[in-house]
């Protein structure tokens, strides 16, 4: 048992010796801790030691904060603004995909303006937008069997 116990430590050390090192060398230095519970506790006493940002690396990954931090835009994370990562969208799309593709071929609708609204689309450019989708309708429904998400990132792909 005790043996086993100093492999476990050993380990231990030796993973907390070389791999700050390793992300030393990978130029990821400044950059380790990112954001979450972690990062704000041990930023002011040793952001430039390589054991305090192990230690706030550990904290964020033992206690799943910074997942919270990035997805609530708290813990002096920033909240992604991408439209994929916006529900409301994804749900839309998959609840109206028939008329949201009809809508689209014919370049005009009211799927259309829902869809803009909940993409933030600026009000001048939603007719170039409308018009956009109607060009590119068969690169984004690519098949019969198109999925929601391939539909949203094949708008983000080609009409934006």
Known sequence: MKRLLAGCSLAVLTG???????????????TNTGCGLGHMLFKEIGQDKTLFQVFAVTTNGTFGNQTFGITSGTLECQQPTSFVSNEKLKNFVAVNMETLAQDMAAGSGESLVTLAELMEVPTDKRSAFYA??????????????VQSSEVIDNISRTSL
Request: net charge neutral.
């Open 16 to 30: 907390i010796a070389v791999l700050p090192g390793y992300a030393y060398a990978q130029g990821a230095y400044d």
């Open 132 to 145: 956009s989708l109607q060009t590119n309708f068969t690169k984004i429904y690519t098949s019969s069997s």
